[in-house]
């Protein structure tokens, strides 16, 4: 059972290879849009990784500013698709 | 009065009036374009969609495009905020067995295009009328026999018709007569449009999308274009709320200069120094829909009975591609069909409203919903998003990304009954749609 805290370190892990510009320092908390950390494209490509690594299909609703706020508010959105009722 | 007779009389001499006598004339009607300006004049609306150009094609004017100067459109790239991202939209056509292929289409000075398309309807036959519809004619039964057109000398003459193809653009002659049901405000109402055209411009680099369209965003509602229309001249313009245009009171061209610079540091590096060469103009409210555009006697064609907005540049293609419609639809209604119907275009509206349904769906999506179209163009349904873009509105529609987009919109469109594609109205009155009033 995949839990949120790992969805998020799969996150992070992403970021800290692929985001531009990359913060110093990032955590669960950290404003991925308001740093600009991500933007649309980046966005894409994150969603994409994340639904090969964890075999989910991230339905076009779920594409709302607000679930890339954070990496807390990404690993819940993906932790959503294994419970569709949540 | 002197009178004229004629089958057809066709409201305006732009690409919808020129085209629908053009298609017209291939089923061997006659028509009378009355039209008020003498060409070449300017016109707004300069970017053809890929199929658009399908259409010129078709209208077997391929050959007379390249003898202008005409820039070549492969795509179009749509600018982010800050310049920073950019995605593109190529232009592809389907062939015949629906695979795509890259395909090319036209940006135009409007002022020559229209001027070729006006001056090949005359030749293949339809008579040109330098006047201006004042009013339509009704029978005693409502239906409508032709116009009162005020001619270049002042006088006044009847042209008698069976049919009247309401071809005016945004001045929508039938529908300010109240011969069409009523006309509503459209979802980017309060939006207001400022345009010129500059030298000097920096396009892209030399290559096959060297005078491709960009579009530049600034925010939500907040964006401009940059189409090259010839060799030495690119249009631009600006969207924006106009409540925004009030509150800087500045005038239209200090208003486009300081906003060529500020709106996105992209258009700004591609316009360092902002020479305007043609007028600036504006258009204000140019968004509403217009109910009942059919009916014994009268049709409208493209932007007099709807406009949405001008950002992914269908508005030369609507009229173009509605008009070879309306033809086959006038050439069924003059041999008699639907004579005894209380509107015997029905069938022919709904059909036209479905198809610029699925535009509007696709404008609002952009807008509403940007992350959820950027997945769709990019990733889930990029071969129909494709599809969109270019205007393949009627085969294979609505395709699962318009029902995808309708399902983001929570919208519901059906077809069955008489309040099909209800005006959305004014996306400051989502619930319903407001009576268009000018200046509003």
């Not at chain 2, 790239?77 to 890259?102: A, E, I």
């Not at chain 2, 907005?309 to 609507?318: A, M, T």
Request: glycine share 8%.
């Amino acid at each position: 059972m995949t839990d949120t805290i790992s969805i998020e370190e799969a996150v992070l892990d992403w970021l800290r290879e692929y985001s531009e510009p990359k913060p110093a320092s990032m955590d669960s908390e950290t404003r991925l849009l308001d740093l600009e950390v991500l933007d649309s494209l980046s966005i894409l490509q994150l969603v994409g990784y994340l639904e090969q690594r964890f075999d989910v299909n991230m339905p076009l609703e779920e594409f709302v500013p607000d679930n890339f706020a954070t990496p807390k508010t990404v690993a819940e959105m993906v932790a959503r698709q294994f419970d569709p009722a949540a | 009065m002197a009178e004229i007779k004629t089958p057809v009389v066709i409201v305006g001499g732009g690409p919808a009036g020129a085209a629908s006598a053009m298609f017209l004339a291939a089923h061997g009607i006659k028509s009378v374009i009355v039209e008020k300006e003498r060409f070449p004049r300017y016109h707004i609306g300069e970017s053809m969609s890929g199929e658009c150009g399908a259409m010129v094609r078709m209208l077997g004017l391929e050959a007379e495009m390249g003898r202008h100067d005409f820039p070549i459109k492969r795509g179009l790239t749509v600018y982010g905020t800050k310049g920073r991202n950019s995605w593109f939209v190529p232009v592809m056509g389907r062939d015949d067995d629906w695979k795509l292929f890259p395909q090319h289409t036209w940006q135009v000075r409007r002022a020559v295009f229209d001027k070729i398309m006006l001056d090949a309807a005359v030749a293949r036959g339809a008579t040109l009328l330098r006047g201006e519809a004042v009013r339509p004619i009704r029978g005693d039964d409502g239906s409508v026999r032709g116009v009162v057109v005020r001619d270049s000398e002042g006088a006044l003459l009847t042209v008698e018709s069976e049919l009247v193809l309401d071809c005016s653009g945004q001045a929508t002659f039938l529908a300010n007569a109240g011969v069409t049901g009523p006309k509503y405000t459209g979802n980017y109402d309060k939006q207001i449009a400022i345009f010129s055209q500059v030298e000097g411009a920096i396009r892209n680099e030399d290559g096959p999308n060297r005078d491709d369209t960009l579009i530049f965003y600034q925010k939500k509602y907040h964006w401009s274009w940059f189409i090259p229309i010839d060799s030495q001249a690119v249009s631009v313009g600006v969207v924006i709320p106009a409540a925004y245009f009030k509150e800087k009171k500045e005038t239209k061209a200090q208003f486009l200069a300081r906003e060529l610079h500020e709106l996105n540091p992209e258009m700004k590096r591609r316009i360092p120094e902002v020479k305007l060469i043609e007028e600036t103009r504006s258009i204000p409210n140019y968004s509403f829909q217009v109910r009942r555009f059919g009916g014994k006697g009268f049709l409208c064609v493209g932007d007099s009975h709807r406009f949405i907005d001008p950002i992914f540049s269908f508005g030369l293609y609507v009229s173009i591609r509605e008009a070879r419609e309306t033809a086959n639809a006038a050439k069924a209604y003059l041999e008699g069909v639907g004579r005894d119907c209380a509107n015997p275009f029905a069938a022919h509206e709904v059909q036209i409203e479905k198809g610029i349904d699925i535009l509007e769906d696709m404008m609002d999506t952009f807008w509403e919903y940007p992350l959820a179209f950027a997945q769709m163009l990019h990733r889930v349904h990029y071969e129909e998003t494709l599809d969109i873009f270019a205007g393949r509105l009627y085969e294979r529609q609505p395709s699962n990304c318009v029902k995808a987009m309708r399902g983001l919109l929570k919208r519901e469109r059906t077809y069955d009954s008489d309040d099909y594609s209800v005006p959305i109205g004014s996306r400051y009155h989502p619930e319903r749609a407001n009576i268009w009033v000018a200046n509003a």
